[in-house]
């Protein structure tokens, strides 16, 4: 693991001749920092590994902008046969609960949005991107000609996830028990699949994705409850 090589590298100082005492010390110095560093690119990897299947794709995206423009302007959607048809608002509710997180079952009335809600795809999604461009859209217009990253809420769910995402879809994870977990728990599945995506994402050696995911697991047990 890095910080053994760090921490060999440290301990072996003082018997190195190469190094001035003010060599030393600035090492010594720069030890922190630099192990600060890779335990944070050594979490983020953890933490896309585990959420790599609930990253959404552009295309669904770009379908739920698509349904919130026509459901705020009250405008119908042309579907694959060119026909009109409405905005989807089970398709809404859906992207807005599991995907953006910012809504649970009481925030809406069967499909129907609640004050809450509707204001949010008001403001927070359709007055994030030029109105106008929708408004006087042409023919050729397409809701894939917008940057979904324009938008601050719809950029969480391209970008990176954090340990709040982790803990929300799965509520029975347990990163105390991840060194050796239970079988037939949602922490066992989890890790299998964790180890997995980071060798498949990242390069990882089995032996590297193991370690690695136990000693960020190891410190993020301390803060999970």
Do not use: C
């Not at 069967?110 to 461009?133: I, W, Y």
């Amino acid at each position: 693991m890095p910080r053994d090589v760090l921490n060999a590298m440290v301990e072996r100082l003082d018997t190195a001749p190469v190094f001035s005492a003010n060599e030393r010390t600035e090492y010594e110095n720069r030890l922190v920092p630099i192990k600060n560093h890779i335990f944070s690119q050594q979490e983020t990897d953890v933490v896309d590994a585990i959420m790599r299947d609930k990253r959404v794709d552009e295309e669904t995206v770009e379908e739920y902008i698509e349904h919130v423009y026509a459901w705020v302007e009250s405008e119908t959607i042309e579907n694959d046969r060119g026909e009109a048809i409405e905005p989807d608002p089970l398709k809404m509710k859906v992207f807005e609960i599991e995907h953006l997180g910012r809504f649970d079952e009481g925030d809406y009335d069967g499909t129907d949005p609640t004050e809450g809600v509707e204001a949010f795809r008001s403001e927070k999604v359709l007055t994030a991107l030029n109105r106008h461009a929708w408004r006087n859209r042409d023919e050729d217009f397409r809701v894939s000609d917008v940057d979904p990253r324009e938008i601050p809420v719809i950029e969480t769910v391209l970008g990176s996830y954090d340990w709040d995402d982790v803990r929300r879809t799965h509520g029975d994870l347990d990163p105390s028990q991840w060194a050796d977990p239970p079988s037939g728990t949602e922490t066992e599945a989890v890790k299998q699949r964790t180890l997995q995506n980071m060798q498949e994402l990242f390069g990882y050696s089995a032996a590297a994705a193991e370690l690695t995911s136990r000693h960020v697991m190891g410190q993020v047990s301390y803060r999970w409850d």
